[in-house]
């Protein structure tokens, strides 16, 4: 069973930056590839960004490939997500999920078993 809480979130102008956190319960946390994914009022959840158990693989949705960077800390059982040169369009509730797929194999969203709660990210035009 893994906890997740997300942190971070808020208002930022169009071209700044927000680092979000997602701290993690449980002592399995290390087991697990996590992923972060977002939803845009009236839209479906996306998949933004996911990295491996060891923090050693990671992709991106295009759309922020080299905006934004996944990160890892087992030792504090966090994740992050660094996201600079924020638009209008990144706009959304960012939630980071666990799965215990293999990272290689693009787990889909279906196979991440546990969910945060979510942090409203806002960007200004």
């Known amino acids: 069973q893994v906890q997740l809480v997300e942190s971070g979130g808020g208002l930022v102008q169009a071209g700044g930056s927000l680092r979000l956190s997602c701290a993690a319960s449980?002592?399995?946390?290390?087991?697990?590839?996590m992923g972060w994914f977002r939803q845009a009022p009236g839209k479906e959840r996306q998949f933004v960004a996911a990295i491996s158990w060891s923090g050693g693989s990671t992709y991106y949705t295009d759309s922020v490939k080299g905006r934004f960077t996944i990160s890892r800390d087992n030792a504090k059982n966090t994740v992050y997500l660094q996201m600079n040169s924020l638009k209008p369009e990144d706009t959304a509730v960012y939630y980071c999920?666990?799965?215990?797929?293999?990272?290689?194999?693009?787990?889909?969203?279906?196979?991440?078993?546990?969910w945060g709660q979510g942090t409203q990210v806002t960007v200004s035009s």
């Open positions: 999920a666990a799965t215990n797929w293999d990272l290689e194999n693009r787990p889909p969203r279906s196979s991440y078993d546990y």
């Open positions: 449980g002592r399995t946390f290390s087991r697990y590839a």
